[in-house]
């Protein structure tokens, strides 16, 4: 009877043990994710609108994306999709190992814009992506020193810099549209400035992976 007894705790103990490193695995892939096979191409949504986003394309469904703020990237296979948001809808073409923003603009309307890869690890970059119709340029906040010089309406504009946290403004010309709320760069990283709106009303806001993105 007690060699029984032993062979059944012996058989939980190990079923309990399969459990424990099941219960790891699935752990383990809620925290990391599933891993992009190769050829993927990547896409994340910005909402430049005052409304939650919910937006589809292809088999990625991104969702409640509040307004002014961004979503990580989605990996799906490379190919032609339409992505659709709120009765709007755009037709695209990605391709593999791109990352690209599709952006909600204030009136409803998609915009697919390229998120070219930065590969190098010392410096930061900074992006300016310029979505409205009026040329702005991106300076220190005294208006002394240009960081990245004047870029025309639905053009974009970059520069690597040295990681370090300093105060920015957004300039149409010789006049300061706004001063920017501080970023802080890591080597290897990437915040892109998304510029909306017309004329003399325009709203820049700052478009990054979300902390501890991989």
């Not at 007894?5 to 103990?13: M, N, P, S």
């Not at 105060?167 to 010309?173: D, H, I, P, V, Y």
Request: charge should be neutral.
């Amino acid at each position: 009877m007690n060699s029984q007894i032993r062979k059944l705790a012996l058989a939980l103990g190990g079923l309990s043990l399969i459990f424990a490193i099941s219960g790891a695995h699935a752990d383990e892939g809620g925290l990391y994710g599933p891993t992009a096979p190769a050829g993927s191409a990547f896409v994340r949504a910005y909402n430049a609108g005052s409304s939650e986003l919910n937006l589809s394309l292809g088999p990625v469904s991104i969702k409640d994306v509040g307004p002014r703020d961004s979503s990580d990237f989605a990996f799906l296979p490379a190919g032609s999709y339409s992505a659709s948001a709120s009765g709007k809808s755009l037709p695209v073409s990605l391709k593999a190992d791109q990352h690209y923003t599709l952006v909600q603009m204030p009136g409803g309307e998609l915009s697919l814009v390229d998120d070219p890869t930065f590969k190098n690890r010392q410096k930061a970059l900074v992006r300016l992506q310029n979505l409205s119709d009026t040329p702005v340029s991106l300076k220190t906040a005294d208006g002394k020193t240009e960081v990245i010089k004047a870029v025309s309406g639905k053009a974009s504009g970059e520069r690597e810099i040295n990681p370090v946290k300093v105060r920015l403004a957004l300039f149409a010309g010789e006049r300061k549209v706004s001063d920017l709320s501080p970023v802080v760069l890591e080597r290897g990283e990437v915040a892109a400035l998304y510029v909306t709106g017309s004329g003399s009303s325009l709203t820049p806001v700052w478009v990054q992976r979300p902390a501890g993105a991989e």
